[in-house]
């Protein structure tokens, strides 16, 4: 309430209309796939939307704080998340895998990410994972996924790393300071805002437009977010391939429907739709995902 207290004024409205926007929040959420939905819906309430997003911007970094992703790996030529039963060291082995070190600015060359999520955990992750294939310092390697490691949040992020190019508030990884909270806060988006940002939709659509194959990773297929990644139907005809939850065994045909009249990828096209975790799926067709 007392991030409230301080936050009304920035939005002109009201202590007493913020919290009921948190009681309606609350209440709505029952109803609502997902905490982006919730806020589409209320596109036009600019308290929902004030203490949606600032609830959204804490939650991220609390999450990153609380994560097995650390700051800055624990030994030297580690990476900030030990072992290699994780999605983030299955992908980052398939991007370095074979490359020379010489040409270490073209292992992301054929990696485009689009992700729903507002965290940075793939952006903090690859460049110690880039320094340690290579040997490269990690501020070289920091600065060479600032120029070629392509990621997408149509939904924004909790600020940027202090790496990353942009106009957008820095926060480090994990970061929990209040008083940012308000301009981080800002940097999460709606559904709505990201359809009206012509350019952020290009970078995506130009990138899915020419994939030649498609993972879905923690990817629930809800509607509004799988209108939002195919507005525009594929016509290359790519391959896919998608990790489903346990909870989602018996959706595999929902999903190739889902794929094929929304998103124009034809049933033979579809590889796989494993129950499995993320990092097994990448494990287990490294190699074809690599070639």
């Excluded at 806020?39 to 609380?66: P, W």
């Excluded at 202090?162 to 940097?187: I, N």
């Amino acid at each position: 309430m007392r991030d409230f207290d301080a936050f009304f004024k920035k939005v002109k409205g009201k202590r007493e209309a913020l919290h009921e926007a948190a009681i309606r929040i609350r209440a709505g959420s029952r109803l609502s796939s997902s905490m982006h939905a919730l806020l589409q819906q209320h596109g036009d309430d600019q308290h929902v939307l004030a203490v949606g997003k600032l609830a959204m911007a804490y939650y991220t970094l609390r999450a990153e704080a609380h994560s097995l992703v650390e700051s800055e790996p624990r030994d030297p030529g580690d990476m900030p998340l030990r072992g290699s039963e994780n999605w983030l060291f299955q992908l980052a082995r398939m991007v370095v895998d074979g490359v020379p070190r010489a040409r270490a600015e073209s292992c992301f060359d054929n990696l485009h990410i689009v992700n729903f999520n507002t965290d940075r955990a793939i952006q903090h992750y690859m460049p110690w994972a880039l320094s340690s294939a290579f040997g490269m310092d990690v501020t070289e390697a920091q600065e060479l996924c600032a120029e070629k490691l392509k990621v997408i949040q149509p939904f924004g992020r909790a600020g940027r790393l202090d790496w990353q190019p942009g106009s957008e508030e820095v926060a480090d990884w994990g970061a929990q300071d209040s008083d940012k909270l308000f301009t981080l806060a800002e940097c999460i988006r709606t559904a709505g805002e990201f359809l009206d940002d012509r350019a952020a939709r290009a970078t995506l659509y130009n990138g899915l437009g020419k994939a030649r194959r498609i993972v879905f990773l923690g990817f629930g297929f809800n509607a509004m977010e799988t209108a939002l990644l195919f507005d525009e139907r594929l016509t290359q005809a790519p391959e896919a391939l998608a990790a489903l939850r346990e909870s989602e065994t018996d959706q595999h045909d929902n999903v190739r429907r889902v794929l094929n009249a929304i998103g124009g990828i034809s049933t033979e096209a579809i590889i796989g739709l494993p129950v499995t975790h993320s990092w097994k799926l990448l494990r287990d067709y490294n190699a074809l995902l690599e070639s």
